[in-house]
C-alpha cells in the first residue's frame, strides 16, 4: 500500500486564491520530506526540503514567501502556496524518506494537480 | 539545480523487446537510484545503487552505474505494455544535504503491444 499519501490531487481554484497541500507519511516518522514541482513533460524541481520542528530549506529561486511550508509533525508536512496566480499552475509532488539511514529511497505522494483560473 | 542527464528522451519499441536508458550526472555521490512515473502519478521507487556497486538486478530490470564515467543505464528485458512510462535517475549528492536528490530529465518509454 501506499507509504506517503498526498492530498488533495486536484484542486481549481481562482486568481489570488490560498491553497494547502497535504503530505502524510503513513508508514514512518519522516523527520525530513521533500516538496517537488513538475511541468508537463519535463523532470521533477526540487522547491524545499522540510524540516520536521524546523524552518523549510528553500532551493535557489524558490520564493519563501509564495510556497509556505510547515512541518509541525513527524507524519505531515503541508505546502501552501500563497494568493495563487495562474503561473503557479502545476504539479507539486512531495516524497518522504526512513530517517536515519544512507542510502535509502525515497517515497512519492501520487501528487496534486493545480490549476489557477 | 539539475544534473542529470537522460538520454534518449523519447523510446518507443514493440513488446518484448529490450529498452535502454542512460544517465549522466556531474558531481560525486552517494547512491544512483532510479524511478518511473506513470502519466499524472508520482514516482514509484526502482532500484538504488551505491557508489560502491557496479550492477544490480531486479526481475526484468539491470542497472548499471561507471563512477568514472559518472553514468549509469536501465535495462529492461522482455518489455511489456504496461512499462509504458516515464523513467527517471536520480542522485543523491556525495555532500547530501538532507538526503535530497537532483534528477534527470527523463526517458518517456512506450511500449506497443
Known amino acids: 500500500g501506499a507509504v506517503v499519501s498526498q492530498h488533495p490531487s486536484w484542486v481549481i481554484c481562482k486568481s489570488g486564491t490560498s491553497v494547502k497541500i497535504e503530505c502524510r507519511s503513513l508508514d514512518f516518522q519522516a523527520t525530513t520530506m521533500f516538496w517537488y514541482r513538475q511541468f508537463p513533460k519535463q523532470s521533477l524541481m526540487l522547491m524545499a526540503t522540510s524540516n520536521e520542528g524546523s524552518k523549510a530549506t528553500y532551493e535557489q529561486g524558490v520564493e519563501k514567501d509564495k510556497f509556505l511550508i510547515n512541518h509541525a509533525s513527524l507524519t505531515l508536512s503541508t505546502l501552501t502556496v500563497t494568493s495563487a496566480h495562474p503561473e503557479d499552475s502545476s504539479f507539486y509532488i512531495c516524497?518522504?524518506?526512513?530517517?536515519?539511514?544512507?542510502?535509502?529511497?525515497?517515497?512519492f505522494g501520487d501528487g496534486t494537480r493545480l490549476s489557477i483560473l | 539545480s539539475q544534473q542529470g542527464e537522460e538520454d534518449p528522451q523519447a523510446l518507443s519499441i514493440q513488446e518484448g523487446e529490450n529498452a535502454t536508458m542512460n544517465c549522466s550526472y556531474k558531481t560525486s555521490i552517494n547512491n544512483l537510484q532510479w524511478y518511473r512515473q506513470n502519466s499524472g502519478r508520482g514516482l514509484v521507487h526502482l532500484i538504488l545503487i551505491r557508489s560502491n556497486e557496479r550492477e544490480k538486478h531486479s526481475g526484468r530490470l539491470r542497472v548499471t552505474l561507471d563512477t568514472s564515467k559518472k553514468s549509469s543505464s536501465l535495462l529492461i528485458t522482455a518489455s511489456r505494455a504496461a512499462d509504458t512510462a516515464s523513467y527517471f535517475c536520480a542522485t543523491e549528492p556525495y555532500y547530501n544535504q538532507g538526503g535530497k536528490l537532483i534528477f534527470g530529465q527523463g526517458t518517456e518509454l512506450s511500449v506497443k503491444p
Open positions: 516524497s518522504a524518506r526512513r530517517p536515519n539511514f544512507g542510502n535509502q529511497p525515497q517515497h
